[in-house]
């Protein structure tokens, strides 16, 4: 029997993780644990270990140790108390494997905190570029903290391979996020709209995150932004996913609280959807608009388009559905225009790959 742990600290990667936490589940040698932190635990980020719950995958570790704050003051500050809730936890509980999924600083200090003990880890989406956010420099240090490494793509695999030479155990799955993204399965729009008390009719689905790398950018952001949605004149409803907590995130949730107050019309606001419902509004979509890396990795399987804007995901690979653009009003408005003539995507998605929990799955009991 294998004990294995699941570090969580956020809605984003708790939804990627899922298809393999129900392989995990499934898996009769497997004794699955979900270690529970950061932003599920914060009332400004909607207390999402209650979905956890609901879901009910393992036995559920909650390890409290992230106040609210989005100054780097307050990141600092969040980052050491999240190492010293885990100095205790460690001490308590023992595993044969660690999962850890990507780049957010309060991940990197769970994963700094097991380094002294010991304890095997199993890293997820390494190797990846993101030049707009200093959780380039996060992701590389969980890396190098990573016994077994499990990439989204080849290109990613050789640049952990570049930071750890001879590893022997580096593998690119594919995103594990496409391979619970089965459209048939999914909750119908309407569902989905009469719980969040969306409009009916077409919609932009919109999600921004700081720019953590020059942070100081973000307030012109902001003011393009502003003007961008102030002038555009459309019959498009935006539909909002509200920003997480990085430095400066509470400016981009200022914005669109502002501009749901002038314009209540025109906006929803919706602070989590949980994984299916935000695919299912993925797929329904007329287009994604953002910074975020939904656009990059799972838009293209939707079939969407994806109007990526400014440089927080700069350094990651794209596929065809993938539109750039700078915080300018005017250049987005256009973006807005041009895709909106594209109509669906059909291409390739360049992270797809098949059944790539399965594949984890086999690998760590292989590798054991």
Request: charged share 25%; hydrophobic share 40%.
């Amino acid at each position: 029997m294998m004990k294995i742990g699941v570090l969580t600290s956020s809605r984003a990667d708790y939804g990627i993780y899922t298809p393999l936490l129900k392989h995990l589940q499934a898996d009769e040698e497997v004794d699955l644990h979900i270690i529970v932190f950061g932003m599920h635990l914060t009332k400004s980020q909607g207390m999402t270990i209650n979905l956890i719950e609901k879901d009910g995958f393992g036995q559920i570790h909650s390890v409290v140790g992230l106040s609210e704050g989005d100054t780097a003051s307050d990141i600092v500050r969040q980052y050491g108390e999240t190492v010293v809730a885990f100095s205790e936890y460690w001490k308590l509980h023992s595993f044969d494997l660690v999962f850890t999924l990507g780049d957010r600083f309060e991940m990197n200090a769970a994963v700094q905190s097991t380094i002294p003990f010991g304890i095997k880890l199993a890293h997820l989406h390494g190797g990846e570029k993101t030049l707009g956010a200093i959780d380039e420099i996060y992701r590389h240090q969980i890396t190098l903290a990573s016994a077994i490494h499990f990439t989204s793509t080849e290109e990613y695999a050789q640049k952990v391979r570049s930071l750890l030479p001879d590893h022997p155990h580096v593998y690119d799955v594919g995103a594990l996020s496409l391979d619970g993204l089965n459209l048939r399965d999914l909750p119908s729009w309407y569902e989905v709209r009469e719980q969040f008390a969306i409009p009916e009719g077409k919609f932009v689905l919109i999600t921004f995150h700081p720019e953590t790398v020059n942070a100081e950018s973000n307030h012109e952001h902001i003011r393009q932004l502003k003007v961008f949605f102030t002038n555009t004149v459309t019959d498009l409803h935006f539909v909002v996913t509200m920003a997480n907590s990085d430095a400066m995130g509470q400016l981009y949730r200022d914005l669109f609280e502002q501009l749901k107050g002038e314009m209540p019309d025109r906006f929803s606001l919706v602070e989590t959807f949980g994984r299916d419902n935000y695919y299912a509004a993925m797929v329904s979509s007329e287009m994604l608009l953002g910074n975020t890396s939904s656009g990059i990795i799972e838009a293209a399987s939707a079939g969407v388009y994806a109007i990526n804007v400014g440089n927080r995901q700069d350094g990651r690979t794209r596929s065809n559905n993938v539109v750039d653009v700078a915080f300018d009003a005017i250049e987005l408005g256009k973006a807005l225009q041009k895709v909106r003539s594209l109509g669906r995507y059909t291409g390739a998605n360049k992270y797809k790959k098949d059944d790539t929990a399965k594949r984890i799955v086999e690998i760590i009991k292989s590798a054991k």
